[in-house]
C-alpha cells in the first residue's frame, strides 16, 4: 500500500512532509480529489483525524495525523537518516527546535493571524499589540541563536529546519513584511538559504513576501438588533430634528486625536546635536583622542543630556564567549526605538570566562528616557550609575570606552559594540 497524504494545496504544515520525503527518498501520493471542508468531514476521514484536521497520512499500518509526527514518520523510513542528526544530543536538540517552531513561531502567526480577524483595522488592540510582542520575542530568541549558526542543529539541513521553515513560510508569505523581519537578519539569511534548497523549493516552489498585511474581514458576528417596539410619543417629538449645530460637534468627537508627543521632544532645545556627534565618532579613523573625544566633549551639553555607566548584574553566568555577545547584541537591537535620543557603547571584556559585561550611554536629558525603561526588558538587568562629569576618573573612564581602549581596566576587550 502506497503512502497517501490528505491535505489542501499550499498548506504549510503538509509541506514538512512533502520536503522530508524529498530528502529521505521516500515516495508520497496526495489523494485526489480532496476537497477541504468537504472530504475531511466525511465519517471516513474523521475515523483517521478525530478533529477532521489535515494533514493526514494514510500508511500500511494506519493513519497518522498531526504534521510534526508524520515529519516524523517519514524521516524513520529511512535508516540513519542525516535529517535526525549523528548523535544523541543532536537528535535531542532537533526535537527542541522542533517544538520551538510550533509552540512559538507557528502558534504566534497564528495568534496575530487571529487577532486581525477579530478587529480588522484597530492598530492598537491590545490582543493583536500582545501577539506581536510574543511573536518578536520569539523571533529574537531565534535569531540570536541562528548569529552563529547556519542551520539549527550542526552544519546541515535537519528536520528541525525543514519544520521551522514551513512555520516560517506561513509568516513571511501572509503575515511578515520586509519592515517587519528587516529586525531580525540572521533569520532572514537562514529562511531564504533554506527555501532555495533544491529538495525544499521543489515542494514549495518560489516564495514571495507579503508586501503588507492582508485586509481581513471580521469575524465577530454584529449584535443582534432587537425588534422595533412600537412607542407611544407625541406628534411634536416624532417631528422635531436634531439641530445641524449638533451633528457638527458629533462629528468633531469622532476625529481621532493628534498623537502625544514624545516627552524628551517637549524639552528645552539643546546646543549638543547628537547626530553631528555619531557622524564625527563614525568618521574619525585616525587620531581619535585628539578629533573625537576632543569633539565630544566640545559638543556635550550637561543640561540637555546626561552620561551612565551600566555593568550586568549577572556576569558569573557569561561563560561562553559568542553567547555573552548575542546577549549585547540583542540589547542593542531592542534599543532601536531610543535611536534618536541615545549613543551607546558595550564592552565585552575579558579573555577567560567569565566575561564582563559594561557600557556607557548618553541620553538626552538627565534621566534614562522612560520609554526605554518601560519598552526594553533589558534595563533591570544591568547597574546603572550616573556619570559625574567633575570626577577627572571618571571623565577618563568614559573616554576609554568610547574609545574602545584596550586593555581596558586591565583587561582585554573580546569585543565592543556601538549604539549610534
Known sequence: MALVLYTNAGNTNAFKALITAEYSGVKLELAKDFQPRVSNNTPEFLKMSPLGRVPVLETPDGAIFESNAIARYVANLKADNPLYGSSLIEYARIEQWMGFASAEIYAGLVRWLSALRMFPGIDNDPTKELAIVLLKRSLDALNTHLANNTYLVGHSVTLA?????????RGYSRIMTKAF?????????????????????????????????????????????????????????????????????????????????????????????????????????????????????????????????????????????????????????????????????????????????????????QEIPRLVIDECYDMELYEWTKVDISDEVQKERVNAMIEDQEPFEGEPLLDAKCFK
Open 161 to 169: 529546519d525543514v519544520v521551522m521553515t514551513c512555520s516560517l513560510c
Open 181 to 365: 523581519t528587516s529586525d531580525f537578519p540572521h533569520v532572514e539569511r537562514y529562511f531564504w538559504t533554506m527555501v532555495n534548497q533544491p529538495n525544499v523549493k521543489k515542494v514549495i516552489g518560489k516564495v514571495k513576501q507579503v508586501k503588507a498585511l492582508p485586509a481581513v474581514q471580521s469575524q465577530r458576528k454584529a449584535p443582534a438588533k432587537e425588534q422595533a417596539k412600537p412607542k407611544e410619543v407625541k406628534p411634536k417629538e416624532v417631528k422635531k430634528e436634531a439641530p445641524p449645530p449638533k451633528a457638527a460637534e458629533a462629528v468633531e468627537e469622532e476625529a481621532p486625536k493628534p498623537k502625544p508627543k514624545n516627552p524628551l521632544d517637549l524639552l528645552p532645545p539643546s546646543k549638543m546635536i547628537l547626530d553631528e556627534w555619531k557622524r564625527l565618532y563614525s568618521n574619525t579613523k585616525t587620531n581619535f583622542r585628539e578629533v573625537a573625544i576632543k569633539g565630544f566633549w566640545d559638543m556635550y551639553d550637561p543640561e540637555g543630556y546626561s552620561l551612565w555607566f551600566c555593568e550586568y548584574k549577572y556576569n558569573e553566568e557569561n561563560t561562553v564567549s559568542f553567547v555573552t555577545m548575542n546577549k549585547v547584541g540583542g540589547f542593542l537591537q531592542r534599543m532601536n526605538l531610543a535611536r534618536k535620543y541615545a549613543f551607546g557603547k558595550m564592552l565585552v571584556i575579558g579573555q577567560n570566562p567569565p566575561f564582563k559585561v559594561k557600557g556607557l550611554w548618553l541620553f538626552r536629558g
